[in-house]
């Protein structure tokens, strides 16, 4: 998220809690406008993670030329995809988003876990071994993008120009 639309959901979010309190908005301190903005990020990740996106899981392999089924659907003319490579990029899509939303509800249910336990204040060793089970959670999350992107990568015709030269696919080395 840029600086300038954190920045506007900040603004139209204290406006709204201002109209709703009867009170004009005022003043805003920095270390309030930087808890809303924390929050309204993790409100957007919770809602990707609840409709199966990415959120920004593969940017690794997106910035070095392996597209998302996603993107590569969305370029499916640009990049003159066979009936063949479109068939399958659609069902390796669909079987991403699938396991993306099981995954996804695990993170979820491992982070309200651990908050629990945080309230409950549970000892340590129980805080580390959840804290620890949610991030691996998020890995294999991150792992069903991440491995997306490199079976879309394959089923491109790699070597044909009019595919290996689109902006999602920079030409390869060998």
Known sequence: ?????????????????????????GPISPGKAAEAAHHACLDQERAALERGEGFGMALAADRNGFPGPRHVLELRAELKLTPEQQSAIEDLFRRMKQQ???????????????ETLFAAKRPEAELREQAFRAATLRAELRWVHLSAHLAARKLLRLRNAEQRGRRCLPPRAD
């Open 100 to 114: 993306a939303l099981a995954r996804g509800k695990d993170v979820l249910v491992a982070e309200q876990k651990l």
């Open 1 to 25: 998220m840029t600086g300038r639309t954190v920045g506007t959901v900040l603004l139209l979010a204290f406006s709204a809690a201002a109209q709703q309190q009867g009170t004009a908005p």
